[in-house]
C-alpha cells in the first residue's frame, strides 16, 4: 500500500494503531497501543505528532483509559475520565488541540451523567471517531482554500511537517499542494529540515516525495538564501495554537522563516483547523512554550555533535507576531487581519 492510501492513525479491535514517526524514514513501524500510559509515551516522546494527530490520539487515549472503569456509577466514571484527562493532557504543553480533543470528549460524557457508563463509553469511541472523521474533513477544506494561493509553477517554502503524518487527513499547509498535484499542477516545495527532531527532513521529505510531489529538502539555515534567489514565492506553515490576536505558535525555527519572508516580501500564510485557534489565549506571550530534553540538540540522529556538559536551550516551539502573517487559511475560508476581530467571527455560527 502507498503512503496516499495509508491511515497512519487508526482505531482496530478496541486499540490505536499508529505509526511510529520517531522511526521514519528508515523504517515504517506501527504500534498498537492499549493502554492510556502507552498513548502518553507515544505523544511525549513524538512517535504521533503534530497538533490535530496528537488531539485524535489523545481522545483514543482516553476512551482506553476509561475502558476497564467500573460499571457501576456515572459519577465514580466521570472521575475517573476526569483523572485520565488531565494525565494525557500533561503529555505536552503547546498544541491547543491535545486539550481541546480531550475537553470536547469530557463533554460529551458529561452529558450523558444520566445514562448507563456502557453507554456513556460507546459514546466516547464514537466521539473520538466524530474527531478522526471531522479532522480529514477539515484538512480537505483547509487544502481547497489553500489551493486560491497556488499558481502552476510556483515556489512554496514550509517548515516542519504538516502533511499526513500530522492530522487525521491531508494535512494542513501541505493540504493545498497534495490537491494541487492532484489537479495536475506543478509546485516546487521546499522542505526546510527543522532541526533539533528533523520532521522536515524524515517526515515532509517523505511523505511529499512518496506522493510524487516536487520537493526539495534544504536544512534551516538555507531558507533565506532560497528566498533571495526568488525561488519562493509563498510561505505556508502549520500552527499549534494561535492566540486571538493572531499570534502563532509553531515548531521552532517558524519565526526566522517569517522575518526574512517579510524581509523579501514573500506571503507568509498559516494554515490550521478551527481546534488551533485558542481565543481563550490572548496573545502569543500567554502560550505556554515546550522546553525539550537538551540531548535532541546535542545529539542528532543518535550522533553525539556537541561536547558533554555544553549548556543547551531547547524550545520546540516559537512565536510568530500576529503582525508577520499574512493570512490564516482554516476551514472556513481564509482569514486576514485584524485577527482580534476576524478570529472570533470564525465561530459565530457554533
Ligand atoms: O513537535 P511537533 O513535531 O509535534 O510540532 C509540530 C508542528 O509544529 C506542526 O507544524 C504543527 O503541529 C502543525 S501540524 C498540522
Not at 68 to 75: D, G, K, M
Not at 240 to 251: E, L, P, T, Y
Not at 299 to 304: A, E, K, L, M, P
Not at 316 to 343: C, M, Q, R, S, W
Request: proline content about 4%; glycine content about 8%.
Amino acid at each position: 500500500m502507498s503512503a496516499a492510501e495509508e491511515a497512519y492513525i487508526r482505531w482496530e479491535d478496541g486499540r490505536l494503531v499508529l505509526i511510529d514517526q520517531t522511526r521514519l524514514p528508515g523504517e515504517k513501524r506501527f504500534l498498537v497501543l492499549d493502554t492510556v500510559e502507552d498513548v502518553f509515551e507515544a505523544i511525549r516522546k513524538l512517535r504521533v505528532r503534530g497538533a490535530p494527530a496528537i488531539g485524535v490520539a489523545a481522545a483514543y487515549g482516553l476512551v482506553i483509559g476509561v475502558q476497564e472503569a467500573p460499571e457501576t456509577s456515572a459519577e465514580a466514571f466521570l472521575k475517573r475520565l476526569a483523572e485520565q484527562k488531565a494525565y494525557l493532557a500533561s503529555a505536552r504543553p503547546t498544541a491547543v488541540n491535545l486539550f481541546w480533543a480531550l475537553e470536547r470528549m469530557e463533554k460529551r460524557a458529561q452529558a450523558l451523567r444520566d445514562h448507563s457508563v456502557p453507554e456513556i463509553k460507546r459514546a466516547l469511541l464514537d466521539e473520538a471517531m466524530a474527531i478522526q472523521a471531522e479532522d480529514q474533513a477539515t484538512c480537505r477544506a483547509i487544502g481547497e482554500h489553500g489551493l486560491s494561493l497556488l499558481k502552476d509553477g510556483m515556489g512554496v517554502l514550509t517548515h516542519c511537517n504538516t502533511g499526513k503524518l500530522a492530522t487525521a487527513g491531508i494535512g494542513t499547509a501541505v493540504a493545498p499542494i497534495y490537491l494541487a498535484k492532484a489537479r495536475g499542477m506543478h509546485i516546487r516545495v521546499f522542505a526546510d529540515e527543522t532541526r533539533p527532531l528533523l520532521q522536515g527532513a524524515r517526515l515532509t521529505a517523505w511523505e511529499l516525495k512518496e506522493a510524487g510531489v516536487d520537493v526539495t529538502l534544504i536544512t534551516d539555515n538555507m531558507a533565506a538564501m532560497v528566498m533571495q534567489r526568488g525561488w519562493v514565492e509563498l510561505v505556508i506553515v502549520g500552527a499549534d495554537r494561535i492566540a486571538r490576536n493572531g499570534d502563532v505558535a509553531n515548531k521552532i525555527g517558524t519565526y526566522g522563516v517569517a522575518l526574512s519572508a517579510r524581509a523579501h516580501g514573500i506571503p507568509f500564510y498559516v494554515a490550521a483547523p478551527r481546534s488551533t485557534i485558542d481565543l481563550d489565549t490572548a496573545a502569543g506571550e500567554d502560550i505556554v512554550i515546550e522546553e525539550r530534553d537538551a540531548e535532541e540538540v546535542v545529539t542528532c540522529h543518535g550522533c553525539r555533535i556537541a561536547p558533554v556538559g555544553v549548556k543547551v536551550y531547547n524550545p520546540a516551539f516559537d512565536v510568530t507576531p500576529h503582525a508577520l502573517v499574512t493570512g490564516i487559511i482554516t476551514e472556513k475560508g481564509i482569514v486576514h487581519p485584524p485577527y482580534e476581530e476576524n478570529l472570533p467571527k470564525l465561530f459565530d455560527a457554533d
